[in-house]
């Protein structure tokens, strides 16, 4: 069974900077898409990014566009978030997902594998 679990969530400071992990373990997932979501209290679960195999990449333009990498070592099965330039908007409690297809998505239905999720939280 695939599992996915998400690190290196926190509390920091507005401006301040943090790198997402997540990784696959329990299967296979050659060819998926992997994406990040994230969830503030009382919002709904709200697309971040998503990143295909061969590495084709969509951001959520508004919110992460230009602060946020997202990018993916197949051969460790982890896929990360690199979150720069962190505001108090961004907390939320990230997840990490996989797509039971490939090609790009921000549908959160469309994944089929979610890890548990990690808190990020940017104070002012």
């Known amino acids: 069974q695939v599992r996915l679990v998400e690190s290196g969530g926190g509390m920091v400071q507005a401006g301040d900077s943090l790198r997402l992990s997540c990784i696959q373990s329990g299967g296979t997932l050659i060819g998926y898409t992997m994406g990040w979501f994230r969830q503030a209290p009382g919002e709904e679960r709200e697309f971040v990014a998503c990143?295909?195999?061969?590495?084709?990449?969509?951001y959520n333009t508004d919110s992460v566009k230009g602060r946020f990498t997202i990018s993916r070592d197949n051969a460790k099965n982890t896929v990360y978030l690199q979150m720069n330039s962190l505001k108090p908007e961004d907390t939320a409690v990230y997840y990490c997902a996989a797509r039971g297809y490939r090609g790009s998505s921000s549908t959160a239905r469309e994944y089929a594998v979610w890890g548990q999720g990690t808190q990020v939280t940017v104070s002012s």
């Open positions: 990143i295909t195999w061969s590495g084709g990449i969509r």
